[in-house]
Protein backbone atom coordinates (compact mmCIF):
# COMPACT_ATOMS: atom_id res chain seq x y z
CA UNK A 1 0.00 0.00 0.00
CA UNK A 2 2.59 2.29 0.87
CA UNK A 3 4.64 1.32 -2.81
CA UNK A 4 1.44 2.09 -4.47
CA UNK A 5 1.04 5.66 -2.67
CA UNK A 6 4.93 6.16 -3.40
CA UNK A 7 4.61 5.10 -6.86
CA UNK A 8 1.11 7.53 -7.33
CA UNK A 9 2.94 10.66 -5.67
CA UNK A 10 5.57 10.27 -8.34
CA UNK A 11 3.09 10.02 -11.17
CA UNK A 12 1.85 13.35 -10.08
CA UNK A 13 4.89 15.10 -9.46
CA UNK A 14 6.20 14.14 -12.33
CA UNK A 15 3.19 15.61 -13.99
CA UNK A 16 3.07 18.34 -12.02
CA UNK A 17 6.43 19.25 -13.70
CA UNK A 18 5.60 18.62 -16.88
CA UNK A 19 8.05 15.55 -17.24
CA UNK A 20 5.56 12.86 -17.18
CA UNK A 21 5.36 10.79 -20.54
CA UNK A 22 7.54 13.00 -22.77
CA UNK A 23 8.15 11.26 -25.64
CA UNK A 24 6.69 10.59 -28.79
CA UNK A 25 3.71 9.29 -28.03
CA UNK A 26 2.85 12.95 -26.75
CA UNK A 27 4.39 14.21 -29.55
CA UNK A 28 1.60 12.23 -32.14
CA UNK A 29 -0.72 13.65 -30.01
CA UNK A 30 0.14 16.97 -30.83
CA UNK A 31 1.33 16.38 -34.32
CA UNK A 32 -2.24 14.86 -35.14
CA UNK A 33 -4.08 17.87 -32.77
CA UNK A 34 -2.85 21.45 -32.70
CA UNK A 35 0.27 21.16 -34.88
CA UNK A 36 -2.53 21.24 -38.10
CA UNK A 37 -2.27 22.22 -40.46
CA UNK A 38 1.61 22.39 -41.59
CA UNK A 39 3.93 22.47 -44.33
CA UNK A 40 5.43 19.29 -43.49
CA UNK A 41 3.77 15.69 -43.62
CA UNK A 42 2.75 13.92 -40.39
CA UNK A 43 5.93 12.08 -40.90
CA UNK A 44 7.98 15.07 -41.53
CA UNK A 45 6.73 16.62 -38.25
CA UNK A 46 7.19 13.20 -35.78
CA UNK A 47 10.81 13.36 -37.12
CA UNK A 48 11.50 16.76 -36.06
CA UNK A 49 9.69 16.08 -32.97
CA UNK A 50 12.41 13.54 -31.84
CA UNK A 51 15.27 14.99 -32.83
CA UNK A 52 13.90 17.67 -30.34
CA UNK A 53 12.93 14.80 -27.46
CA UNK A 54 16.75 13.56 -28.16
CA UNK A 55 18.07 17.16 -27.73
CA UNK A 56 16.41 17.42 -24.73
CA UNK A 57 17.37 14.25 -22.76
CA UNK A 58 20.58 15.15 -22.95
CA UNK A 59 20.12 18.13 -21.44
CA UNK A 60 18.04 16.66 -18.74
CA UNK A 61 20.76 14.19 -18.27
CA UNK A 62 22.92 17.70 -17.16
CA UNK A 63 20.16 18.63 -14.63
CA UNK A 64 18.46 21.33 -16.84
CA UNK A 65 14.67 20.80 -16.51
CA UNK A 66 13.02 23.96 -16.80
CA UNK A 67 13.63 27.10 -17.82
CA UNK A 68 12.24 30.92 -18.28
CA UNK A 69 11.78 33.25 -20.96
CA UNK A 70 9.87 36.51 -21.56
CA UNK A 71 8.30 38.21 -24.83
CA UNK A 72 5.59 41.51 -25.35
CA UNK A 73 2.04 40.78 -24.94
CA UNK A 74 0.45 40.38 -28.36
CA UNK A 75 -1.40 37.45 -29.75
CA UNK A 76 1.23 35.54 -30.84
CA UNK A 77 3.09 35.73 -27.50
CA UNK A 78 -0.07 34.23 -26.19
CA UNK A 79 -0.38 31.26 -27.96
CA UNK A 80 3.31 30.31 -27.48
CA UNK A 81 2.85 30.92 -23.61
CA UNK A 82 -0.37 29.12 -23.32
CA UNK A 83 0.10 26.04 -25.95
CA UNK A 84 3.29 25.72 -27.11
CA UNK A 85 5.22 25.86 -23.71
CA UNK A 86 2.76 23.57 -22.57
CA UNK A 87 3.06 21.34 -25.71
CA UNK A 88 7.22 21.83 -25.26
CA UNK A 89 7.13 20.78 -21.74
CA UNK A 90 4.80 17.74 -22.74
CA UNK A 91 7.24 16.35 -25.63
CA UNK A 92 10.32 17.06 -24.38
CA UNK A 93 9.67 16.98 -20.32
CA UNK A 94 10.97 20.52 -19.95
CA UNK A 95 8.98 23.07 -18.36
CA UNK A 96 8.96 26.86 -20.14
CA UNK A 97 7.94 29.45 -17.64
CA UNK A 98 7.16 32.23 -20.58
CA UNK A 99 6.57 35.56 -18.93
CA UNK A 100 4.41 37.84 -21.01
CA UNK A 101 4.76 41.62 -20.36
CA UNK A 102 4.72 44.53 -22.18
CA UNK A 103 7.27 45.56 -24.45
CA UNK A 104 8.57 48.46 -22.56
CA UNK A 105 8.80 46.52 -19.50
CA UNK A 106 11.01 44.43 -21.85
CA UNK A 107 12.86 46.79 -22.70
CA UNK A 108 13.76 47.98 -19.67
CA UNK A 109 14.33 44.36 -17.83
CA UNK A 110 16.34 44.22 -20.96
CA UNK A 111 18.66 47.21 -19.97
CA UNK A 112 18.85 46.16 -16.27
CA UNK A 113 20.40 42.75 -17.47
CA UNK A 114 23.22 44.39 -19.72
CA UNK A 115 24.32 47.01 -16.83
CA UNK A 116 24.20 44.28 -14.39
CA UNK A 117 25.49 41.23 -16.70
CA UNK A 118 23.46 38.89 -15.57
CA UNK A 119 20.21 37.86 -17.77
CA UNK A 120 17.34 38.05 -15.77
CA UNK A 121 15.99 35.24 -18.67
CA UNK A 122 17.31 32.19 -20.40
CA UNK A 123 15.96 33.41 -23.42
CA UNK A 124 14.47 36.79 -24.52
CA UNK A 125 11.99 37.75 -27.63
CA UNK A 126 13.17 41.69 -27.83
CA UNK A 127 12.72 43.54 -31.27
CA UNK A 128 15.01 43.41 -33.76
CA UNK A 129 15.10 47.21 -33.38
CA UNK A 130 18.11 46.53 -30.89
CA UNK A 131 20.20 45.06 -33.28
CA UNK A 132 22.47 47.95 -33.18
CA UNK A 133 22.59 47.45 -29.71
CA UNK A 134 23.47 44.46 -29.25
CA UNK A 135 26.38 44.25 -31.47
CA UNK A 136 27.46 47.27 -29.66
CA UNK A 137 27.75 45.92 -26.12
CA UNK A 138 29.35 42.40 -26.95
CA UNK A 139 26.84 40.83 -24.63
CA UNK A 140 24.68 39.09 -26.82
CA UNK A 141 25.37 35.87 -27.99
CA UNK A 142 25.89 35.55 -32.06
CA UNK A 143 23.49 32.93 -33.60
CA UNK A 144 26.18 32.27 -36.14
CA UNK A 145 28.96 31.32 -34.39
CA UNK A 146 26.56 29.64 -31.76
CA UNK A 147 24.97 27.27 -34.41
CA UNK A 148 28.49 26.30 -35.75
CA UNK A 149 30.41 25.84 -32.17
CA UNK A 150 28.99 25.24 -29.13
CA UNK A 151 25.28 25.00 -29.91
CA UNK A 152 25.83 23.10 -33.06
CA UNK A 153 24.38 19.98 -30.98
CA UNK A 154 21.35 21.83 -29.89
CA UNK A 155 20.74 22.97 -33.20
CA UNK A 156 18.07 21.49 -35.52
CA UNK A 157 18.82 20.19 -38.90
CA UNK A 158 15.72 20.96 -39.95
CA UNK A 159 15.71 24.74 -38.39
CA UNK A 160 16.53 26.33 -42.44
CA UNK A 161 17.36 29.44 -41.88
CA UNK A 162 17.21 30.69 -45.23
CA UNK A 163 13.24 30.33 -45.16
CA UNK A 164 12.83 32.73 -42.29
CA UNK A 165 11.82 36.07 -44.10
CA UNK A 166 13.28 38.60 -41.36
CA UNK A 167 17.14 37.47 -40.93
CA UNK A 168 18.46 40.77 -43.04
CA UNK A 169 16.84 42.76 -39.85
CA UNK A 170 19.31 40.32 -36.99
CA UNK A 171 22.08 40.63 -39.10
CA UNK A 172 25.05 42.92 -37.37
CA UNK A 173 27.35 45.10 -39.27
CA UNK A 174 29.81 42.06 -38.88
CA UNK A 175 27.28 39.84 -41.22
CA UNK A 176 26.49 37.38 -38.33
CA UNK A 177 22.91 36.78 -37.45
CA UNK A 178 22.22 37.87 -33.59
CA UNK A 179 18.61 37.26 -33.04
CA UNK A 180 16.04 34.67 -34.77
CA UNK A 181 13.17 36.10 -35.79
CA UNK A 182 9.64 34.84 -33.97
CA UNK A 183 6.87 36.91 -35.17
CA UNK A 184 6.95 39.85 -37.53
CA UNK A 185 4.28 42.28 -38.99
CA UNK A 186 4.23 45.58 -41.02
CA UNK A 187 2.96 49.22 -40.77
CA UNK A 188 0.95 49.69 -43.59
CA UNK A 189 -2.18 51.57 -45.51
CA UNK A 190 -5.42 50.90 -44.37
CA UNK A 191 -8.70 51.79 -45.73
CA UNK A 192 -12.43 50.84 -46.06
CA UNK A 193 -12.54 49.35 -49.68
CA UNK A 194 -16.26 49.78 -49.38
CA UNK A 195 -16.76 52.95 -48.94
CA UNK A 196 -13.86 53.92 -51.62
CA UNK A 197 -15.71 51.63 -54.10
CA UNK A 198 -18.97 53.77 -54.11
CA UNK A 199 -19.75 55.49 -56.79
CA UNK A 200 -21.37 58.60 -55.85
CA UNK A 201 -18.33 58.72 -53.43
CA UNK A 202 -16.06 58.34 -56.37
CA UNK A 203 -17.44 60.93 -58.91
CA UNK A 204 -17.66 63.32 -55.87
CA UNK A 205 -13.86 63.52 -55.12
CA UNK A 206 -12.92 63.46 -59.14
CA UNK A 207 -15.29 66.20 -59.57
CA UNK A 208 -13.43 67.93 -56.10
CA UNK A 209 -10.00 66.87 -57.08
CA UNK A 210 -9.39 66.06 -60.65
CA UNK A 211 -8.13 62.76 -59.98
CA UNK A 212 -9.36 59.00 -58.62
CA UNK A 213 -10.58 58.00 -55.15
CA UNK A 214 -8.01 55.10 -54.69
CA UNK A 215 -5.13 53.99 -53.09
CA UNK A 216 -2.94 57.17 -51.86
CA UNK A 217 1.02 57.01 -53.58
CA UNK A 218 1.87 60.02 -51.74
CA UNK A 219 1.12 62.00 -48.56
CA UNK A 220 -1.14 65.32 -50.77
CA UNK A 221 -3.42 62.34 -52.26
CA UNK A 222 -3.61 60.80 -48.74
CA UNK A 223 -4.57 64.37 -47.18
CA UNK A 224 -7.15 64.93 -49.73
CA UNK A 225 -8.76 61.83 -48.86
CA UNK A 226 -8.82 62.57 -45.56
CA UNK A 227 -10.34 66.27 -46.03
CA UNK A 228 -13.08 64.49 -48.35
CA UNK A 229 -14.62 62.00 -46.39
CA UNK A 230 -13.68 64.24 -42.90
CA UNK A 231 -15.41 67.42 -44.31
CA UNK A 232 -17.33 66.36 -47.45
CA UNK A 233 -18.63 63.28 -46.52
CA UNK A 234 -19.26 64.01 -43.36
CA UNK A 235 -21.47 61.14 -42.01
CA UNK A 236 -22.04 57.70 -43.86
CA UNK A 237 -25.20 56.15 -42.62
CA UNK A 238 -26.54 59.13 -40.72
CA UNK A 239 -22.92 58.84 -38.52
CA UNK A 240 -19.57 60.63 -38.58
CA UNK A 241 -16.97 60.06 -40.53
CA UNK A 242 -13.48 60.59 -40.55
CA UNK A 243 -10.54 60.65 -43.08
CA UNK A 244 -7.86 60.33 -40.81
CA UNK A 245 -7.10 58.13 -37.32
CA UNK A 246 -4.21 58.88 -35.17
CA UNK A 247 -2.92 59.21 -31.10
CA UNK A 248 -1.28 61.87 -30.02
CA UNK A 249 -1.34 61.86 -25.85
CA UNK A 250 2.13 62.42 -23.95
CA UNK A 251 2.92 59.08 -23.28
CA UNK A 252 6.34 56.32 -24.33
CA UNK A 253 3.79 54.80 -27.23
CA UNK A 254 3.88 58.37 -28.78
CA UNK A 255 7.21 57.51 -29.59
CA UNK A 256 6.53 54.64 -31.42
CA UNK A 257 4.64 56.34 -33.76
CA UNK A 258 8.13 58.03 -34.73
CA UNK A 259 10.73 55.87 -34.24
CA UNK A 260 8.55 53.28 -36.37
CA UNK A 261 10.08 54.76 -39.64
CA UNK A 262 7.26 57.90 -39.81
CA UNK A 263 10.11 59.86 -40.92
CA UNK A 264 11.48 57.70 -43.21
CA UNK A 265 8.14 57.51 -45.09
CA UNK A 266 8.26 61.13 -45.56
CA UNK A 267 11.63 60.53 -47.51
CA UNK A 268 13.87 61.75 -44.51
CA UNK A 269 16.44 58.87 -44.93
CA UNK A 270 19.46 58.04 -47.41
CA UNK A 271 18.36 55.35 -49.82
CA UNK A 272 19.23 51.95 -49.24
CA UNK A 273 18.15 48.47 -47.96
CA UNK A 274 17.16 47.87 -45.31
CA UNK A 275 18.23 51.12 -44.22
CA UNK A 276 19.13 54.20 -45.27
CA UNK A 277 22.83 54.49 -45.67
CA UNK A 278 24.93 56.29 -44.54
CA UNK A 279 21.79 58.47 -43.11
CA UNK A 280 19.26 56.16 -41.57
CA UNK A 281 15.78 56.56 -41.04
CA UNK A 282 15.96 58.06 -37.26
CA UNK A 283 18.10 60.88 -39.49
CA UNK A 284 21.54 59.12 -37.84
CA UNK A 285 24.66 59.03 -39.83
CA UNK A 286 27.27 56.64 -40.08
CA UNK A 287 30.97 57.22 -41.21
CA UNK A 288 32.16 55.47 -43.90
CA UNK A 289 32.51 52.01 -42.16
CA UNK A 290 28.98 52.01 -42.19
CA UNK A 291 28.96 51.22 -38.21
CA UNK A 292 30.41 53.94 -36.43
CA UNK A 293 27.45 56.83 -35.86
CA UNK A 294 28.71 60.61 -36.01
CA UNK A 295 25.51 62.30 -35.55
CA UNK A 296 22.19 63.08 -35.64
CA UNK A 297 21.54 66.70 -35.95
CA UNK A 298 21.81 68.18 -39.60
CA UNK A 299 25.19 70.33 -38.07
CA UNK A 300 26.89 66.92 -37.33
CA UNK A 301 25.51 65.40 -40.94
CA UNK A 302 22.83 64.24 -39.50
CA UNK A 303 18.60 64.39 -40.14
CA UNK A 304 17.16 64.20 -37.33
CA UNK A 305 15.89 67.63 -37.68
CA UNK A 306 16.27 68.17 -41.18
CA UNK A 307 13.23 70.14 -43.38
CA UNK A 308 12.31 66.27 -43.76
CA UNK A 309 11.86 65.34 -40.69
CA UNK A 310 10.09 68.87 -39.37
CA UNK A 311 7.47 68.77 -42.18
CA UNK A 312 6.89 64.69 -40.88
CA UNK A 313 6.36 66.06 -37.61
CA UNK A 314 4.19 69.22 -39.25
CA UNK A 315 1.86 66.73 -41.07
CA UNK A 316 1.35 64.31 -38.19
CA UNK A 317 -0.16 67.06 -36.20
CA UNK A 318 -2.09 68.52 -39.00
CA UNK A 319 -3.73 65.66 -39.66
CA UNK A 320 -4.77 64.49 -36.49
CA UNK A 321 -5.76 67.88 -35.38
CA UNK A 322 -7.81 68.33 -38.97
CA UNK A 323 -9.10 64.95 -40.12
CA UNK A 324 -9.24 62.62 -37.13
CA UNK A 325 -11.65 62.34 -34.04
CA UNK A 326 -11.42 64.60 -31.63
CA UNK A 327 -10.60 62.24 -28.87
CA UNK A 328 -7.57 60.93 -31.02
CA UNK A 329 -5.34 63.58 -29.76
CA UNK A 330 -5.62 62.02 -25.92
CA UNK A 331 -4.97 58.75 -26.99
CA UNK A 332 -2.55 56.28 -26.74
CA UNK A 333 -1.26 53.48 -28.97
CA UNK A 334 -3.28 50.54 -27.22
CA UNK A 335 -6.47 52.94 -27.36
CA UNK A 336 -6.32 53.60 -30.36
CA UNK A 337 -5.70 50.69 -31.93
CA UNK A 338 -8.93 49.10 -32.06
CA UNK A 339 -10.86 52.33 -33.51
CA UNK A 340 -10.67 51.89 -36.99
CA UNK A 341 -12.87 48.52 -36.24
CA UNK A 342 -15.87 50.69 -35.11
CA UNK A 343 -16.52 51.74 -38.08
CA UNK A 344 -16.20 55.80 -38.65
CA UNK A 345 -12.56 55.40 -40.25
CA UNK A 346 -12.44 55.61 -43.48
CA UNK A 347 -8.44 55.32 -43.33
CA UNK A 348 -5.45 55.20 -41.80
CA UNK A 349 -1.69 55.76 -43.05
CA UNK A 350 0.22 54.27 -40.12
CA UNK A 351 -1.72 51.08 -39.34
CA UNK A 352 0.03 47.25 -37.78
CA UNK A 353 -0.86 44.18 -39.44
CA UNK A 354 -0.48 42.80 -36.36
CA UNK A 355 -4.62 44.14 -35.86
CA UNK A 356 -5.59 41.71 -38.79
CA UNK A 357 -7.15 39.27 -36.90
CA UNK A 358 -8.98 41.39 -34.20
CA UNK A 359 -10.26 43.23 -37.53
CA UNK A 360 -11.92 40.54 -38.73
CA UNK A 361 -13.96 39.04 -36.32
CA UNK A 362 -17.60 38.53 -37.39
CA UNK A 363 -19.94 41.36 -36.16
CA UNK A 364 -17.88 44.21 -36.50
CA UNK A 365 -19.10 46.94 -38.48
CA UNK A 366 -16.35 46.42 -40.90
CA UNK A 367 -16.57 43.24 -41.71
CA UNK A 368 -19.15 41.55 -44.14
CA UNK A 369 -21.68 39.18 -43.33
CA UNK A 370 -19.67 36.07 -44.74
CA UNK A 371 -16.90 37.24 -42.33
CA UNK A 372 -14.81 38.85 -45.23
CA UNK A 373 -13.42 42.48 -44.05
CA UNK A 374 -14.77 45.29 -46.00
CA UNK A 375 -11.13 46.98 -45.75
CA UNK A 376 -8.08 46.59 -47.29
CA UNK A 377 -4.49 46.91 -46.84
CA UNK A 378 -1.98 48.65 -49.15
CA UNK A 379 1.67 50.49 -48.98
CA UNK A 380 1.61 53.62 -47.38
CA UNK A 381 1.88 56.61 -49.19
CA UNK A 382 5.24 58.50 -49.37
CA UNK A 383 6.28 61.86 -48.73
CA UNK A 384 7.61 64.36 -50.92
CA UNK A 385 11.37 63.49 -49.92
CA UNK A 386 10.51 59.89 -50.62
CA UNK A 387 12.40 58.43 -53.24
CA UNK A 388 12.37 55.06 -54.73
CA UNK A 389 14.93 52.97 -52.97
CA UNK A 390 14.24 54.17 -49.65
CA UNK A 391 13.04 52.35 -46.54
CA UNK A 392 8.81 52.76 -47.68
CA UNK A 393 7.95 51.62 -44.06
CA UNK A 394 8.51 49.86 -40.95
CA UNK A 395 8.19 45.95 -40.10
CA UNK A 396 8.63 44.90 -36.34
CA UNK A 397 10.13 41.59 -35.83
CA UNK A 398 10.15 40.53 -32.76
CA UNK A 399 13.49 37.70 -32.32
CA UNK A 400 14.95 35.31 -29.77
CA UNK A 401 17.87 37.21 -28.40
CA UNK A 402 20.59 35.37 -25.92
CA UNK A 403 23.24 36.86 -23.66
CA UNK A 404 26.67 35.56 -23.86
CA UNK A 405 27.53 34.67 -20.41
CA UNK A 406 24.14 33.13 -19.37
CA UNK A 407 24.44 29.78 -18.10
CA UNK A 408 25.11 27.57 -21.14
CA UNK A 409 22.95 24.85 -20.24
CA UNK A 410 20.11 27.45 -19.71
CA UNK A 411 21.12 28.97 -22.94
CA UNK A 412 21.06 25.41 -24.87
CA UNK A 413 17.48 24.81 -23.27
CA UNK A 414 15.98 27.88 -24.24
CA UNK A 415 17.46 27.72 -28.34
CA UNK A 416 15.88 24.54 -28.27
CA UNK A 417 12.46 26.55 -26.83
CA UNK A 418 13.36 29.41 -29.10
CA UNK A 419 13.61 26.77 -32.37
CA UNK A 420 10.35 24.45 -31.60
CA UNK A 421 7.90 27.45 -32.07
CA UNK A 422 9.67 29.04 -34.78
CA UNK A 423 9.59 25.21 -36.75
CA UNK A 424 8.08 24.14 -39.33
CA UNK A 425 6.28 21.25 -36.97
CA UNK A 426 4.34 24.66 -35.30
CA UNK A 427 4.92 28.14 -37.40
CA UNK A 428 2.24 27.36 -39.85
CA UNK A 429 -0.71 26.86 -37.19
CA UNK A 430 1.26 29.92 -35.42
CA UNK A 431 0.76 31.76 -38.40
CA UNK A 432 -3.11 31.24 -38.96
CA UNK A 433 -3.44 32.38 -35.10
CA UNK A 434 -1.40 35.32 -34.74
CA UNK A 435 -0.95 36.29 -38.30
CA UNK A 436 2.52 37.46 -37.85
CA UNK A 437 4.58 35.34 -40.69
CA UNK A 438 8.26 34.56 -40.02
CA UNK A 439 8.62 31.37 -43.20
CA UNK A 440 8.33 32.15 -46.40
CA UNK A 441 7.09 28.28 -46.74
CA UNK A 442 3.93 29.23 -44.34
CA UNK A 443 2.89 32.18 -46.39
CA UNK A 444 2.89 30.65 -49.63
CA UNK A 445 1.11 27.17 -48.56
CA UNK A 446 -1.90 25.91 -49.59
CA UNK A 447 -3.87 26.97 -46.58
CA UNK A 448 -2.99 30.75 -47.18
CA UNK A 449 -3.54 30.53 -50.66
CA UNK A 450 -6.98 29.25 -49.97
CA UNK A 451 -8.00 31.90 -47.24
CA UNK A 452 -5.95 34.86 -48.47
CA UNK A 453 -9.53 36.70 -49.22
CA UNK A 454 -10.47 36.74 -45.49
CA UNK A 455 -7.13 38.82 -44.64
CA UNK A 456 -7.86 42.27 -46.63
CA UNK A 457 -4.33 41.92 -48.61
CA UNK A 458 -2.10 40.72 -45.75
CA UNK A 459 -1.29 37.56 -47.97
CA UNK A 460 -0.78 39.37 -51.46
CA UNK A 461 2.00 41.80 -49.48
CA UNK A 462 3.80 38.75 -47.92
CA UNK A 463 3.64 36.86 -50.78
CA UNK A 464 5.38 40.28 -52.71
CA UNK A 465 8.57 41.39 -53.22
CA UNK A 466 7.47 44.57 -50.96
CA UNK A 467 7.58 42.98 -48.12
CA UNK A 468 11.60 43.75 -47.98
CA UNK A 469 11.14 47.42 -48.28
CA UNK A 470 9.49 47.84 -44.72
CA UNK A 471 11.87 47.42 -42.25
CA UNK A 472 12.92 47.50 -38.61
CA UNK A 473 14.91 49.79 -36.78
CA UNK A 474 18.48 49.87 -38.35
CA UNK A 475 22.21 49.06 -37.30
CA UNK A 476 22.49 52.67 -37.08
CA UNK A 477 21.20 53.29 -33.54
CA UNK A 478 23.43 52.43 -31.19
CA UNK A 479 21.71 52.07 -28.07
CA UNK A 480 17.94 51.60 -28.69
CA UNK A 481 16.71 51.84 -25.22
CA UNK A 482 18.55 55.02 -24.26
CA UNK A 483 17.82 57.08 -27.75
CA UNK A 484 14.17 55.85 -28.05
CA UNK A 485 12.66 57.38 -24.79
CA UNK A 486 13.83 61.11 -25.96
CA UNK A 487 11.15 60.74 -29.25
CA UNK A 488 8.03 60.98 -27.10
CA UNK A 489 8.80 64.04 -25.00
CA UNK A 490 10.00 66.13 -27.92
CA UNK A 491 7.60 65.34 -30.11
CA UNK A 492 4.85 66.21 -27.36
CA UNK A 493 5.72 69.16 -26.84
CA UNK A 494 5.62 70.23 -30.56
CA UNK A 495 1.56 68.42 -30.35
CA UNK A 496 0.88 71.02 -27.20
CA UNK A 497 2.38 73.83 -29.46
CA UNK A 498 4.76 74.52 -26.29
CA UNK A 499 7.54 74.07 -29.14
CA UNK A 500 7.18 74.68 -33.49
CA UNK A 501 7.73 71.11 -35.03
CA UNK A 502 11.56 72.71 -36.00
CA UNK A 503 12.16 73.60 -31.95
CA UNK A 504 11.10 69.44 -30.82
CA UNK A 505 13.47 68.35 -33.78
CA UNK A 506 15.94 70.53 -33.11
CA UNK A 507 15.90 69.54 -29.24
CA UNK A 508 15.48 65.83 -30.25
CA UNK A 509 18.62 66.30 -32.54
CA UNK A 510 21.00 68.27 -29.57
CA UNK A 511 19.95 65.28 -26.99
CA UNK A 512 20.32 62.27 -29.41
CA UNK A 513 23.90 63.90 -29.88
CA UNK A 514 24.84 64.15 -26.65
CA UNK A 515 23.48 60.67 -25.72
CA UNK A 516 25.61 59.32 -28.53
CA UNK A 517 28.60 61.65 -26.61
CA UNK A 518 28.63 60.18 -23.68
CA UNK A 519 28.34 56.21 -25.16
CA UNK A 520 31.78 57.75 -27.53
CA UNK A 521 33.14 58.75 -24.02
CA UNK A 522 32.23 55.05 -22.27
CA UNK A 523 33.05 53.03 -24.81
CA UNK A 524 31.62 50.22 -26.88
CA UNK A 525 32.76 46.56 -27.44
CA UNK A 526 31.87 47.21 -31.31
CA UNK A 527 31.99 50.74 -33.47
CA UNK A 528 31.17 53.09 -30.34
CA UNK A 529 29.72 56.62 -31.73
CA UNK A 530 32.42 59.10 -32.73
CA UNK A 531 30.82 62.36 -33.32
CA UNK A 532 31.32 64.56 -36.09
CA UNK A 533 31.91 68.71 -35.13
CA UNK A 534 29.76 70.42 -35.36
CA UNK A 535 29.41 72.73 -38.75
CA UNK A 536 27.25 75.25 -41.04
CA UNK A 537 24.19 72.84 -41.64
CA UNK A 538 23.91 74.27 -45.01
CA UNK A 539 27.65 72.43 -45.46
CA UNK A 540 25.10 69.16 -45.43
CA UNK A 541 21.77 70.22 -46.36
CA UNK A 542 21.54 68.26 -50.62
CA UNK A 543 19.52 67.47 -53.16
CA UNK A 544 21.38 64.40 -53.85
CA UNK A 545 21.78 62.74 -50.38
CA UNK A 546 20.71 63.18 -46.93
CA UNK A 547 20.06 65.33 -45.23
CA UNK A 548 17.72 66.88 -48.13
CA UNK A 549 17.44 70.50 -48.10
CA UNK A 550 13.92 72.08 -48.54
CA UNK A 551 11.56 71.90 -51.22
CA UNK A 552 10.19 74.89 -52.86
CA UNK A 553 6.70 72.80 -53.26
CA UNK A 554 6.07 69.98 -50.57
CA UNK A 555 3.07 69.80 -51.98
CA UNK A 556 2.66 67.49 -55.18
CA UNK A 557 -0.22 67.14 -56.90
CA UNK A 558 -1.97 64.15 -55.57
CA UNK A 559 -1.77 60.94 -56.95
CA UNK A 560 -3.58 57.28 -56.58
CA UNK A 561 -3.64 53.91 -58.16
CA UNK A 562 -6.77 51.18 -58.05
CA UNK A 563 -6.13 48.20 -55.85
CA UNK A 564 -6.53 46.10 -58.28
CA UNK A 565 -3.56 47.19 -60.25
CA UNK A 566 -1.81 47.38 -56.86
CA UNK A 567 -2.42 43.84 -56.15
CA UNK A 568 -1.37 43.24 -60.51
CA UNK A 569 2.00 44.66 -59.67
CA UNK A 570 2.71 42.52 -56.78
CA UNK A 571 1.93 39.68 -58.44
CA UNK A 572 4.36 40.24 -61.34
CA UNK A 573 7.13 40.71 -58.67
CA UNK A 574 7.09 44.58 -58.14
CA UNK A 575 7.65 46.70 -55.13
CA UNK A 576 4.39 49.20 -56.13
Not at 402 to 426: G, M, R
Amino acid sequence: MLFRRTALGLAIACLLSGQAFAGEAEAEKWVDTEFQPSTLSKDQQMAEMKWFIEAANKLKEQGVNEISVVSETITTHEYEAKTLAKAFAEITGITVHHDLIQEGDVVEKLQTSMQSGRSIYDGWVSDSDLIGTHYRYGNMLSLTDYMNGDGKQWTNPGLDIKDFIGTSFTTAPDGKLYQLPDQQFANLYWFRADLFNRQDLKDKFKAKYGYELGVPVNWTAYEDIANFFTNDVKTIDGKPIYGHMDYGKKDPSLGWRFTDAWLSMAGTADKGTPNGMPVDEWGIRVADDKCTPVGASVSRGGATNSPAAVYALTKYIDWMKKYAPKEAQGMTFSESGPVPAQGHIAQQIFWYTAFTADMTKKGLPVVNEDGTPKWRMAPAPHGPYWKDGMQNGYQDVGSWSFFKDHDPKKVAAAWLYAQFVTSKTTSLKKSIVGLTFIRDSDIHSEYFTKNADKYGGLIEFYRSPARVAWTPTGTNVPDYPKLAQLWWKNVATAITAEKTPQQAMDNLAEEMDAIMARLERAGMSHCAPKLNKKSDPSKWLSDTQAPWKKLDNESPKGETVAYEALLSAWKEGKVR
